[in-house]
């Protein structure tokens, strides 16, 4: 009979199973061939790489048998991880441990099981490295070594799993760290810009430190909520909708955000949030009523569009215009990052002023 391991004790294994993370991954080429290499050293016809969970066992390798997890009770791999040395069988049908389990007294008929406990650095028992057969045989103490080996080097490769991933937590959490900084001293040269633009001594300049001190907080504005997301792709109109939310208090105007759910790239999400911090503030300044942002999904496009209830634009009003400021400067040189085009015309109902992006949609 298999010992019982004690809850305390189990509770720390099935901690340390989760730690390393590896069930229900997809299958690996290092440790199919280490399953392959155990089967071909012991001349048997299965070889398996076992994680024992709390209510199955799963294998990360299956050499000849179509198998990804069996139930836990009763198990071969369940009592093998209950010891520090190697679980071996010659004879299943011959052998007390093994005669009331169903892969030996069943259909199935295994007959041979050697296996080497998966232990790591602080004392548990992830799983087993277990070769199998059909057949009983007669183990020999160069085959334990070589299964013992083959174990460690399975251990080797769970470590370096890991180890990975420790440190892309660490680096994340550094590069966190690092924007964090990053939008504080945005803020903090915004700030002494805009307290600059109010000294008496630097007057025609004032205007121009003021823009620098409003693109400046436009930048850290468009970094903080770009840097919330973190992922790889982001939901444009949700990123549209918080950066939105702390223009409509900085300008003190209503602005509305209406959009179809889908995400774009995490490289395209700055320069579209700096489109619209421009868009927008200009809208508040030279517009009138609410201001309407949208973001629309074609097959192949994006569509961004900023609208304001205003008088619209002056007759032959050209947004790429060399003649045009500074803002339309910034604007036009960020849609063509995205590859995108610049409009300019009324909104639907032919009242106010509209400026339209349209960017290819990512692959």
Not at 19 to 26: A, K, N, V
Not at 101 to 114: H, I, K, M, Q, W
Not at 188 to 200: D, E, G, K, N
Not at 347 to 352: E, F, K, L, N, Y
Request: one cysteine or more; aromatic letters at 4%; a negative charge.
């Amino acid at each position: 009979m298999s010992q019982v391991p004690s809850s305390s004790q189990e509770e720390a294994r099935i901690a340390a199973v989760r730690r390393y993370d590896i069930l229900d991954t997809p299958p690996d080429g290092a440790f199919d061939r280490i399953t392959a290499l155990a089967a071909r050293r012991l001349g048997v016809p299965i070889a398996i790489v076992s994680i024992v969970d709390e209510d199955r066992i799963w294998f990360k390798s299956h050499h000849g048998l179509p198998v990804r997890q069996i139930d836990r009770e009763p198990g071969l791999c369940a009592s093998a991880i209950l010891g520090d040395t190697p679980y071996l069988i010659e004879d299943a049908r011959k052998d007390p441990r093994s005669l009331a389990n169903p892969l030996v007294a069943g259909e199935f008929g295994l007959r041979f099981y050697a296996a080497v406990p998966l232990a790591t650095g602080d004392g548990h028992n992830l799983g087993t490295l277990c070769v199998i057969d059909k057949e009983p045989r007669k183990i020999q103490g160069t085959d334990v070594e070589d299964l013992k080996d083959l174990a460690s080097i399975v251990m080797d490769q769970l470590e370096l799993r890991l180890a990975s991933r420790q440190a892309v937590g660490r680096a994340n959490l550094l590069a966190r760290e690092i924007d964090h900084r990053v939008m504080n001293s945005l803020q903090f040269v915004s700030s002494l810009l805009a307290i600059q633009s109010r000294s008496p001594d630097v007057g025609d300049a004032a205007v121009y430190l003021e823009q620098a001190a409003r693109r400046v907080a436009a930048v850290a504005q468009v970094h903080r909520n770009f840097y919330a997301d973190g992922a790889k792709e982001v939901s444009c109109t949700t990123f549209l909708r918080r950066l939105c939310e702390d223009l409509s208090a900085i300008l003190d105007r209503k602005i509305e955000v209406d959009g179809d759910e889908d995400t774009v790239p995490a490289s395209a999400i700055q320069p579209i949030g700096l489109i619209t911090n421009e868009l927008v503030t200009n809208a508040a300044k030279h517009g009138a009523g609410q201001i309407d942002v949208t973001f629309r999904v074609s097959e192949k496009m994006n569509r961004l569009a900023v609208c304001d209830e205003g008088s619209g634009f002056a007759d032959g009003f050209d947004p790429r215009s060399a003649s045009t400021g500074l803002g339309m400067q910034v604007i036009a040189a960020l849609v063509d990052q995205l590859h995108g085009s610049l409009e300019a015309g009324p909104r639907q109902d032919r009242t106010g002023a509209c400026f339209t992006v349209q960017f290819p949609r990512a692959s």
